[in-house]
């Protein structure tokens, strides 16, 4: 039998966005319309009229915290590959204020992208949304200024033909998931390297060599350290102290293992151990989970929160935004994982660990349960959390990396039974 090699772009739909062919019909047929619409609007400069060194960059990342967080490796190789260039970065509202003073972009755009806002089918597509106008008043905006070069890692239709109105000269981004005619670098994936810090940084290699930002460290504000130092020393907690984050919360609910759990591992841990744990929460919703000496609730301001992380040996957590934080910081992770795939969106530090249970058919579900509730979190107990914990600080103490004690990178949870390396 003859074995036909398989096209590489239907191989990227398939293990990096799971798409089916019904929705790749979909996709054909959306680009379609878009295509029709093309003539009637100003075509952007010719890519013939682009600098040789671009001066004037637009990076497109308009989703979570987590999200930019996952860019910023990105970010930091495009500052040093064009250090005069203007880098601008169209991004969540609400996040406008978080890659500020790290030196990789000069300029925020603040956007509320309306299939962003909701995780409601209908709210995102839904026609009479209030941040319709003011959204293509900001794609406006941004084509009046021709940008010389656009960015996105999105793989997807709808951010290509985001760039394609941005005006830019030059828009590199990924084609296999509907939308290439709108890009003039079209860029095919490794799917071999499926994170997405990894599917944003292979977005360079049309320009050739890149050369990596001096800035490597997560800039945090001097006063801000120095108020994290003063709310531990407030607490009793000295230098010699490992100190446990835990962090219940995750923007979506089927991402959340439950404060319950959290709440049974950190009691374990203090019980077991001479740790100190801090419990993370919102502002506003300090309630302790429980009593204990070694437990603070730890209840601040964005900015104050990034500035306590830093100084915490360990983080629990769920598959989350403050997750990708803590690599930013350097802080090792326990993180539990429900209906996303860790190799695309998981932690990367050497350390990290990942509790899971890997035999959910339906992963990654993007966070549309189609159950009453997300049962691969439920399937995962407090034991095999708290196993995996005790292991990550026998690491730190012992000042080794994962691999010369014997343990992996991922700590897997199969159903029924206890977690394992």
Known sequence: MKIVPLDSEVAARATLLKM??????????????????LP?????????????????????????????????????????????????????????????????????????????????????????????????????NLRVRRFDVAFSGRMDIRDNFLLWMSGASRRVGYGFAGGSPFLTDIVLPDISRPHRA??????LEPFGSVRQDDQKDFRIED??????????????????????????????????????????????????TDTTVLWFSEPGADTAPFLHSRCHVVSVEFKEFLAILARCQLLICNDSGPM?????????????????????????????????????????????CIFDQPYCLRTITTEQMHASAERALAVIRHGSPASELGEKHVAIAPGGGNSHD
């Open 324 to 368: 990708h934080l803590a690599n930013l910081l350097g802080v090792p992770v326990v993180a539990v994982f429900g209906p996303q795939n860790p190799s695309w969106f998981g932690p990367r530090g050497p350390q990290d660990r990942v509790v899971i249970h890997p035999e959910m058919w339906c992963r990654p579900c993007f966070d549309y």
């Open 223 to 272: 006063g801000k350290r120095q108020w994290a130092t003063d709310l531990l020393r407030s607490l009793n907690v000295d230098k010699n102290t490992v100190v446990v984050g835990i962090h219940p919360g995750a923007r979506s609910p089927v991402r959340r293992w439950g404060d319950a759990n959290f709440a049974e591992v950190a009691q374990n841990l203090l019980r077991d």
């Open 20 to 37: 089916t062919p019904r929705k790749w019909r979909l996709v054909r047929t959306f680009e379609g319309a878009l295509r029709a619409v």
């Open 40 to 140: 009637m609007l100003p075509r952007p400069p010719a890519l013939e009229t682009v600098r040789a060194e671009p001066t004037s960059i637009l990076v497109v990342e308009y989703w979570n915290l987590g999200d930019l967080a996952i860019l910023l490796p990105f970010l930091r190789k495009l500052r040093g590959s064009y250090p005069e260039a203007r880098i601008s970065l169209l991004v969540n509202a609400g996040l406008a204020t978080f890659l500020e003073g790290q030196g990789v972009v000069d300029e925020f755009i603040p956007v509320r992208v309306p299939w962003a806002q909701h995780h409601s089918r209908w709210k995102k597509y839904n026609p009479f949304s209030s941040l319709w106008i003011p959204f293509l008043r900001t794609l406006m």
């Open 198 to 203: 990894d599917l944003w940084l292979r977005l």
